[in-house]
């Protein structure tokens, strides 16, 4: 258990420390709220001399009107219309929440009945300190919030580096890194429901230049929000980098009403001084225990029919797949999109939406013959839904037209088929009926182990329909609230299923809506190539228990690239490994190699999804080559991922040197998946953990196969087990 501490210390000073990082404020009584210190873990005798040294004294949560041209963590209209915010300490309370600390800094404007509540939560298990901010009115009248993010951080300027992701549908979580300079970098979205297609709202700063994976000061932060966000590094021309997050205020000003509490949404911090990767480990190791649904539970292995029939859904197709997935050793079948519509039948994209009644013409025997179809073929059933989203030629629609978002006096903008709406999630109705579409589903088929929950389209036009005319600007976070009603009020009920956020693919990768969901769907785009890319720059925040992870079809249906079905599987394996297939479609071969895949990964499962991340050689790097490797918390046992990205004649690779193994500790190699006509050199050979990470082993570019086999594709997984 780690140790974790917290003291008011001498001058007002406040420790907030995890076993290896410490944050420290002055929270001296009457005075503003002051940033001394994020970072290692100092001492006693260190926190004390902090100001000595020379430390951040940047205010902890700056207000606007007092403080000059300054970037503000909060803007306050007083019911008067004053538009100045002066705080200051009124207390601290230091409390014990659940094995960990949490402390509160009560701040009162000096004028106003006004409170702001600035948080800091420490876990025992967890190199993570979260924050956020409680903002009280006690003014007679209403105020409004016109930004009110959930933390600031200071950084000292030098070499200073932030790494972020970004991307679009189908080419989600690219890797950005560059470094801060004059001026303001901003990372924001404003989509409305999904919110990490074009960008993520996680950030890392590498302290030492330029971000190096293992090694150097890295600062990790993690906005914990469902909806739009915005995160702003400020360089001014003080000594700092000055660091904000929180939901976006653009067009979002709040009225907080007398004696209503506004809570933020918790910005997680974490610190490491063995590079990126090891913020990505504290990251990953807080996930699992903290923010995941069932993050200590082993995801199964699932067939998903999304790409193998589309929208083309009958019963004996289903049934097919689940008998083929059962064979391959597969655990769970999901039906994807195509099963519901009475009055209009969901026959493509642009119909039906909202009307979840089974289409009896694809299905006679309903949900139920599919469920014990499943049963009988020793496998559990999923099912796919889109529940927060209608289409204009639906009954829902027919019967509700007010339910959905437009703006007064305007026409609906339609999405996806010319036809897909979103409902108002503010509306405690549409929050019933969404919680009625789970709620039906599983009291009828309560066999069912998982639904794919989806989400296809963006608020598009500002307004609601339930929402009074004077609170229109809280439509963003209204909608996010009633998501979160919805979702607590499912999972109060229905704590064991297994939920999957899909938003358009990844567009819901984020800590906001993991306490509720147990995984995500990285992409809709499942070209194996591509995957590296994407699953790489996921990997920087999220496990891979996470990250819903499939083999597809060669030609791939996005990129049309066709590549082979061993480095389909390899890259597959590094994630919670799935199929998107047609298995009808594939010969006695494929369907060994699949059988054969889904058995090893069983065995490195724990390894995989529960394991401490170590990223070799970035895809980013351009060095032809992509390798990372998962290991145990206890190095007894490791799985070693390398994939080559191009092939060219006389080409060198580099050399890949392993990490996180112990130097004292020998392990023998065995490689997964092979197809080779012969053994790796090493195949079954110990080494120290010392060689592994000082020296590597020489990967060879290409498989041993017969001539009419061989292809410019190679990749690599070997399982390490220490003796």
């Not at 030098?158 to 801060?180: C, F, T």
């Not at 090694?215 to 980098?241: F, M, P």
């Not at 195509?338 to 642009?350: E, I, M, S």
């Not at 197809?675 to 010392?690: M, Q, T, Y």
Request: proline content about 5%; aromatic content about 12%; charged content about 25%.
């Amino acid at each position: 258990m780690l140790a974790v501490c917290f003291g008011a210390a001498a001058y007002g000073q406040v420790h907030i420390s995890t076993s290896r990082t410490s944050l420290v404020l002055d929270a001296s009584e009457g005075q503003k709220l002051m940033m001394l210190y994020y970072g290692d873990r100092l001492s006693e005798d260190d926190v004390r001399n902090l100001k000595a040294a020379g430390a951040f004294n940047a205010e902890a949560y700056p207000a606007y009107g007092m403080s000059g041209a300054s970037e503000t963590a909060l803007a306050v209209t007083h019911s008067d219309g004053n538009m100045s915010t002066d705080l200051i300490v009124d207390n601290v309370e230091i409390s014990d929440k659940d094995g960990g600390k949490l402390a509160k800094i009560c701040l009162k404007d000096k004028v106003y009945p006004f409170y702001v509540n600035v948080c800091y939560r420490t876990y025992p298990d967890s190199e993570v300190i979260e924050t956020w901010s409680e903002i009280e009115n006690r003014e007679k009248k209403p105020v409004v919030l016109t930004e009110f993010y959930s933390g600031f951080l200071p950084l000292r300027r030098g070499d200073v580096w932030i790494s972020h992701l970004y991307g679009s549908w189908a080419n989600e979580a690219k890797l950005a890194q560059e470094p801060l300079m004059p001026g303001m970098k901003v990372i924001k979205n404003k989509d409305g429901v999904r919110n990490s297609h074009t960008a993520h709202s996680e950030v890392m700063f590498s302290l030492d230049g330029k971000p190096m994976e293992n090694s150097g000061r890295v600062i990790g932060a993690a906005l914990c929000y469902s909806g739009n966000y915005e995160l702003k590094v400020d360089t001014d021309d003080s000594e700092y980098h000055r660091f904000f997050a929180g939901i976006n205020p653009d067009n979002s000003s709040y009225r907080l009403a007398s004696k209503e509490v506004f809570k933020t949404p918790e910005l997680a911090l974490t610190y490491s001084d063995e590079g990126m990767s090891g913020v990505s480990r504290n990251f990953h190791r807080w996930g699992r225990n903290h923010r995941i649904a069932h993050g200590d539970v082993p995801r199964k292995i699932l067939l998903n029919s999304w790409e193998g029939v589309y929208f083309d859904i009958n019963e004996a197709g289903m049934d097919q797949m689940m008998g083929d997935i059962a064979s391959m050793g597969g655990e769970l079948f999901v039906m994807d999109d195509g099963w519901f519509g009475v009055k209009y039948p969901r026959l493509t994209d642009n119909c039906a939406l909202g009307d979840w009644g089974v289409d009896r013409n694809k299905l006679p025997g309903g949900v139920s013959a599919l469920v014990k179809m499943a049963e009988d073929h020793g496998i559990r059933f999923g099912i796919w839904i889109e529940p927060e989203m209608t289409n204009t030629v639906s009954e829902l629609y027919e019967k509700h037209p007010d339910w959905v978002i437009k703006a007064p006096k305007r026409e609906p903008v339609t999405g996806r088929g010319g036809t897909q709406l979103v409902l108002d999630l503010s509306n405690p109705e549409v929050q019933d009926f969404i919680f009625s579409v789970v709620d039906d589903i599983m009291t009828a088929n309560p066999e069912i182990d998982y639904i794919k929950w989806d989400a296809n389209m963006n608020i598009a036009n500002h307004g609601s329909q339930y929402l009074a005319s004077d609170n229109q600007s809280h439509l963003y976070i209204e909608y996010h609230r009633g998501f979160a009603k919805v979702c607590d009020r499912i999972r109060a009920k229905y704590p064991d299923l297994v939920i999957q956020a899909c938003a358009s693919g990844g567009g819901r990768a984020n800590y906001g809506v993991l306490p509720w969901f147990d995984e995500f769907w990285v992409s809709d785009n499942t070209d194996a190539l591509q995957r590296v890319y994407m699953q790489w720059g996921t990997s920087y925040f999220f496990p891979a228990i996470t990250m819903g992870s499939h083999i597809s079809a060669a030609p791939n249906h996005q990129t049309s690239r066709t590549i082979p079905l061993k480095y389909r599987i390899d890259v597959a394996m590094s994630g919670r490994l799935g199929m998107e297939i047609q298995p009808k479609n594939m010969t006695q071969e494929e369907i060994t190699l699949c059988r054969n895949a889904i058995a090893q990964y069983k065995q490195i499962r724990p390894v995989v999804q529960f394991g401490d991340i170590y990223r070799l050689v970035s895809p980013y790097d351009n060095l032809g080559v992509a390798s990372l490797m998962y290991c145990t918390p206890e190095k007894d046992e490791a799985v070693f991922y390398w994939w080559k990205l191009e092939h060219f004649c006389n080409q060198h690779l580099p050399r890949v040197t392993m990490a996180g193994l112990d130097p004292d500790r020998n392990y023998k190699v065995v490689e997964l998946n092979r197809i080779d006509s012969e053994p790796l050199p090493f195949e079954g050979a110990v080494f120290s953990g010392r060689f592994l990470m000082e020296n590597g082993l020489e990967i060879p570019y290409t498989h041993k196969v017969d001539y009419h086999r061989q292809n410019d594709w190679a990749s690599r997984v070997l399982y390490l087990e220490a003796l």
